[in-house]
C-alpha cells in the first residue's frame, strides 16, 4: 500500500500562485504514475496532471496546460504541483493519487489510481 500526504494548500488572490507537494511512502516501489486531481463543492473529481516516476512523462488537463506544472523528486519520493495564474474556478480540494501502472491509457481517469491522498484545499479569490 502507498500512503501519499499532501501539502502546500490555501488561500490566493486571482493570478496568483501556490506550490503543492505530495510525499509518498510506504510501498513506493508498486507507484508507476503519480496524478493531481481537483473537486469542487457539487462537481465530480477531476482531472489536473499527472507524472511517470521513470521518464518524467508528463500530462495536463486542457484546463490548466500553460499554467500548471507537475514535476517530482524521485530521490524523495516527492510530486509537486506549481500552480500559476491561478483562477477563482481553479478553487478545489486537491488530491494526489498513485497507480501502478505506467501506460497512458486513461491517466486521467480517476478510477485508475489505487492510492489517495487526504486531499487539501485551494481556495482563489477574484
Known amino acids: 500500500q502507498v500512503q501519499l500526504a499532501e501539502s502546500g494548500g490555501g488561500l490566493v488572490q486571482a493570478g496568483g500562485s501556490l506550490g503543492l507537494s505530495c510525499a509518498a511512502s510506504?510501498?513506493?516501489?508498486?507507484?508507476?504514475?503519480m496524478g493531481w486531481f481537483r473537486q469542487a463543492p457539487g462537481k465530480e473529481r477531476d482531472f489536473v496532471a499527472a507524472i511517470t516516476w521513470s521518464s518524467g512523462s508528463t500530462y495536463y488537463a486542457d484546463s490548466v496546460k500553460g499554467r500548471f506544472t507537475i514535476s517530482r523528486d524521485n530521490a524523495k519520493n516527492t510530486v509537486y504541483l506549481q500552480m500559476n495564474s491561478l483562477k477563482p474556478e481553479d478553487t478545489a480540494v486537491y488530491y494526489c493519487?498513485?497507480?501502478?501502472?505506467?501506460?497512458?491509457?486513461?491517466?486521467?481517469?480517476?478510477?485508475?489510481?489505487?492510492?489517495w491522498g487526504q486531499g487539501t484545499q485551494v481556495t482563489v479569490s477574484s
Open positions: 510506504g510501498r513506493t516501489f508498486s507507484s508507476s504514475v
Open positions: 493519487a498513485s497507480r501502478t501502472y505506467e501506460t497512458p491509457s486513461s491517466i486521467g481517469g480517476s478510477y485508475t489510481y489505487n492510492a
